[in-house]
């Protein structure tokens, strides 16, 4: 299938997001890689998406699953090699599937090369520049330059031992301390960071997302903060949209369409709407959504607040509701509370997991008949389940390290997908070698093998929707109305040529809604009436 060089592919796509380590393992060593993701790519065909969004890939210590990146222009040995990519690439355009990488600009890895030489050059040294260095405050300079807090927990500061030996500067880092902070009023991180870009769009790539996209510019002097647990003065400034300006610029001088998603953390619709500019950055993560309890007022309101915020700047909206972050949501629907926050991830609270897979299909439904894009997070469409009961010693994820096991991280949305087969590994590899996270042992009735075929299974809901997705006119992209004169606790809204969507989140059922055909519903129908936590497409 050729790929339409021409269209604004991203105002309505499906992307699939690929987390690599965890995908497919073609060499059974127990750790997905790139060899495996081709192998699957006729799968994901078939799923009917648009485009994948990979995970960082790069050579890094995976200290944070790859997001510490040692080089931005190779692939990292255990995923495969940058022949191995060009491949990837390749063979996903020849099934018209665009790819779209991360780049993390915010940080790099305490092993990258200019890092390395920071620390040999010492204080004062051009090589420092282009890190966040202090020095300490109090009488030796023991004490962080500043109160602000690592997002992972503890100080953002890490004090380093000097060439001779003496304890000496601190640096800058919002997550790991081997995560050192670049710094963006260094026009050496500038110029670098367009050439990585060139290299990636010169070998295929469609887009990039932009992890940390607010966060790259601090404000002048790092002060200390009253709330060093809250939000850090560093988002919004000058700078860092004149950084998505330059790059957009980089985009826009290829003869096809490349593009840029960021990842943003901004309350503030209008704040947010200032990266979507025409001339800075595509299209944006939508958190609020994600992040949403399954109430039928409240994700309104998001609904309502998030075309509102695009609409100025004729951005088109995101959609998405797990992530490689954030707890599965089919956990997230089964509890009392079904929002998420990081500040309480609810690790181990109660769920029932037939109620939460019951709301997690009716979600898909409403999520891909939303006008814009889609992300589909891996696993997603077998419905897979929160991890949850991890042993501590396998865990991996800095959060867990660092909080002390206060928060255990997000190891647990990160477990190896299964493909096939009754027991670990499922099909994740063809040697039998166990996955560098332990699967459960209860998903065989879980895999691509079990459920393809199967109309009850999550994962043919999804391919019946993504394609329905393709061939209705009015989803994706374009407008949509509110269908009002329902019953409390239900979403009804209309998209173009006479197709309606309906989720009922009232706790009992209602009546359809005038109607002379159903296209898909997430569960059986009542006779006339959509049960509760159930949704339907309509041809009205």
Not at 36 to 41: A, D, E, K, Q, Y
Not at 91 to 99: F, Q, V
Not at 229 to 239: K, T
Not at 346 to 370: I, M, N, S, V, W
Request: charged share 25%.
């Amino acid at each position: 299938m050729a790929l339409d060089r021409n269209s604004a592919w991203w105002r309505g796509a499906a992307i699939y997001q690929v987390y690599v380590r965890s995908f497919a393992d073609s060499d059974g060593d127990g750790t997905g890689d790139l060899a495996g993701v081709r192998s699957r790519l006729p799968y994901l065909a078939e799923l009917g998406i648009d485009a994948i969004w990979f995970n960082p890939w790069y050579p890094s210590p995976m200290d944070d699953g790859g997001y510490d990146v040692a080089d931005y222009r190779d692939i990292e040995p255990m995923f495969g090699s940058l022949a191995e990519a060009e491949k990837l690439i390749e063979e996903a355009h020849n099934l018209g599937i665009r790819i779209i990488i991360d780049i993390v600009p915010n940080h790099c890895s305490d092993v990258h090369p200019w890092f390395t030489a920071a620390l040999a050059a010492g204080p004062g040294s051009p090589e420092r520049q282009r890190f966040w260095f202090r020095d300490g405050r109090g009488e030796h300079g023991e004490l962080p330059p500043t109160n602000w807090q690592s997002r992972f927990g503890g100080s953002a500061w890490t004090r380093v031992t000097e060439p001779d030996g003496t304890p000496g500067q601190w640096f800058l880092h919002l997550y790991s301390s081997r995560q050192p902070d670049l710094n963006w009023t260094n026009p050496q991180v500038h110029t670098e960071f367009a050439d990585i870009l060139r290299f990636w769009f010169n070998r295929g790539v469609d887009g990039f997302r932009i992890d940390v996209a607010d966060g790259l510019v601090k404000e002048d002097g790092l002060p200390d903060v009253d709330d060093p647990n809250g939000r850090l003065p560093y988002s919004d400034l000058d700078g860092v949209h004149e950084i998505y300006r330059e790059w957009r610029k980089i985009a826009d001088s290829y003869p096809d369409k490349r593009v840029f998603v960021g990842e943003m953390w901004l309350p503030d619709p209008l704040r947010f709407a200032m990266y979507l500019r025409p001339d800075e950055l595509h299209s944006a993560f939508n958190f609020d959504f994600l992040s949403c309890p399954w109430d039928a007022k409240r994700l309104r309101e998001v609904v309502d607040a998030t075309l509102a915020a695009h609409a100025p700047v004729n951005a088109p909206a995101t959609w998405v509701l797990s992530n490689h972050d954030v707890t599965r949501h089919v956990t997230r629907y089964g509890r009392e509370d079904t929002s998420f926050s990081f500040a309480d991830r609810q690790h181990q609270a109660p769920t029932d997991r037939e109620l939460g897979t019951k709301r997690a299909r009716a979600a898909a439904l409403l999520t891909l008949a939303l006008p814009g894009g889609v992300y589909i997070y891996q696993g997603e469409e077998l419905g897979l389940s929160e991890v949850e009961d991890l042993a501590d010693e396998v865990r991996e994820d800095p959060v867990f390290r660092r909080t002390k096991g206060a928060d255990i991280g997000r190891d647990g949305c990160r477990v190896p997908v299964p493909w096939s087969g009754t027991a670990s590994p499922y099909g994740f590899n063809t040697t039998g070698a166990a996955p560098w996270l332990p699967q459960p042992l209860d998903w065989a009735s879980s895999t691509v093998e079990a459920q393809t075929d199967d109309p009850a299974s999550m994962l043919e809901l999804y391919r019946a929707a993504l394609k329905l997705r393709h061939i209705e006119a009015g989803l994706g992209d374009g407008p949509m109305a509110w269908l009002d004169g329902l019953p409390s606790g239900v979403l009804a809204f209309s998209r173009a040529d006479r197709f309606a969507c309906v989720v009922n989140l009232s706790g009992s059922a209602v009546p359809l809604p005038p109607h002379v055909e159903v296209l898909l519903t997430s569960g059986p129908l009542d006779d006339t009436d959509l049960p509760s936590d159930t949704a339907v497409w309509l041809r009205t």
